[in-house]
């Protein structure tokens, strides 16, 4: 028992001196912490649904293929409704991908304004978190400016987002998959037509 305690007050001090150095970093360092948050909201949501968009649709006709196969259908029906999905899937992460950067860099960019703003004037306690440390100089000025707007604007993007995915979202998606059905069948027809 003694064996016990002692190893879990060794973990607890362990965790305790790893959230110490943490808080320390973050209260020394809040606009390197900001600046990583926000910087990289664009370029995670162009890899997620850059990825969504490559695989998910291989993905959707692989299992039509897998599921036709298993039953041995000869109409053809799962493929058919597997590449439909498929086009669904290519347009909703594109359509997705367009909205969702032109809404995060919008609202990034309008935060970032803000923060620029509110710190040339260091007034009130925003403007004075990011006049902290730039001794007047306009480039630390501008850094932190922007670190602090990244992160912000990231999050202001998020509830934005909220409400775009019913308004802006839908009628992308709509129109990117009408327009990728349209040229898949197209191509379908000219296929059909050579043979």
């Known amino acids: 028992m003694k064996i016990n305690s002692i190893n879990k007050q060794s973990n607890r001090q ?4 790893l959230a110490d150095s943490a808080t320390k970093f973050i209260s020394k360092h809040p606009g390197v912490v900001a600046g990583l948050a ?6 995670q949501k162009i890899v997620m649904s850059g990825s969504e968009a ?18 041995g259908e000869q109409d053809d029906r799962t ?16 359509g997705g991908t367009i909205v ?19 710190g040339k004037k260091a007034k009130g306690d925003f403007g004075k978190l990011i006049a902290k440390d730039t001794n007047e100089n306009a480039y630390k000025l501008g850094e932190s ?9 990231g999050a202001a993007a998020t509830l934005v987002m ?14 990117i998959n009408k327009k990728v059905t ?4 197209s191509d379908k027809k000219e296929d059909k037509g050579v043979k």
């Open 14 to 17: 362990n965790f305790n001196g």
């Open 162 to 175: 909220m409400v775009t995915n019913f308004i802006i979202d839908v009628p992308v998606i709509n129109a």
């Open 79 to 94: 493929n058919q409704s597997s590449k439909t999905q498929a086009i669904r899937t290519f347009s909703q992460a594109v």
């Open 38 to 43: 926000g910087s990289s909201v664009i370029a």
């Open 182 to 185: 349209e040229i898949f069948n």
């Open 100 to 118: 969702g950067i032109v809404i995060r860099g919008l609202a990034i960019g309008a935060m970032c304004a803000l923060a620029l703003k509110a």
């Open 145 to 153: 400016a922007a670190s602090w707007g990244k992160a912000l604007g």
């Open 54 to 71: 490559a695989i998910g649709p291989v993905i959707d006709i692989g299992i039509g293929k897998a599921i036709t196969k298993y039953n």
